[in-house]
């Protein structure tokens, strides 16, 4: 027969033992820390890699300067165009080069206008809005093969700057030769 002191000891504590449940709670605080110490030792070389490969801030800057200057792109029997919109500059802020052979690069920067401070009202003024964008853009082309890199102009009209890249001529076909008998 059980003991009834015994039930009644028991049925306080709960089912089974309550050093069994203590011990096994000890064990699972223990296995915490120690999994998440494990977990970070582990994850370190990936935190490290992308410190390592994280993009420059030259990168990002290009990026944003590449995303942020829109461009049409033509192809005709004998070029390729380039039109891209630059409002507000002059010719000479504007940089066109041909790079590694076949990269077309527009590049330059737009500075924001330096006001002269007349009186005390103008110097106080403040902007409200700013939406015009100021700083340097760049743009890149991979030009493609059949492309003249020695024939390339860029006329600038009207904040519209047009690249044209002349295409070059097809090799003409080879008359076949023909040998007279004898």
């Known amino acids: 027969k059980p003991n009834p002191v015994t039930q009644q000891q028991e049925g306080k504590r709960g089912r089974g033992s309550v050093k069994g449940v203590d011990r096994k709670m000890e064990l699972l605080m223990m296995e915490q820390p120690i999994s998440s110490a494990l977990h970070d030792l582990l994850s370190l070389p990936d935190e490290m890699?992308?410190?390592?490969?994280?993009?420059?801030?030259?990168?990002?800057?290009?990026?944003?300067?590449?995303?942020?200057?829109?461009?049409?792109?033509?192809?005709?029997?004998?070029?390729?165009?380039?039109?891209?919109?630059?409002?507000?500059?002059?010719?000479?802020d504007i940089k066109v080069q041909v790079e590694e052979g076949n990269v077309l690069t527009v590049s330059g920067e737009r500075k924001r206008e330096e006001r002269q401070k007349r009186d005390k009202e103008e110097a106080e003024v403040k902007y409200l809005r700013m939406e015009r964008r100021v700083g340097k853009f760049l743009r890149r082309f991979n030009l493609p093969k059949n492309a003249d890199v020695d024939a390339i102009s860029a006329a600038y009209e009207d904040g519209v700057l047009t690249v044209t890249v002349q295409k070059v001529p097809p090799p003409e076909p080879k008359k076949p030769k023909t040998i007279e008998i004898k």
């Open 49 to 92: 890699e992308k410190l390592l490969h994280a993009p420059t801030r030259r990168y990002v800057r290009d990026t944003k300067a590449m995303a942020s200057t829109p461009a049409d792109v033509m192809e005709y029997p004998t070029s390729y165009h380039f039109v891209l919109d630059m409002p507000g500059l002059k010719p000479g």
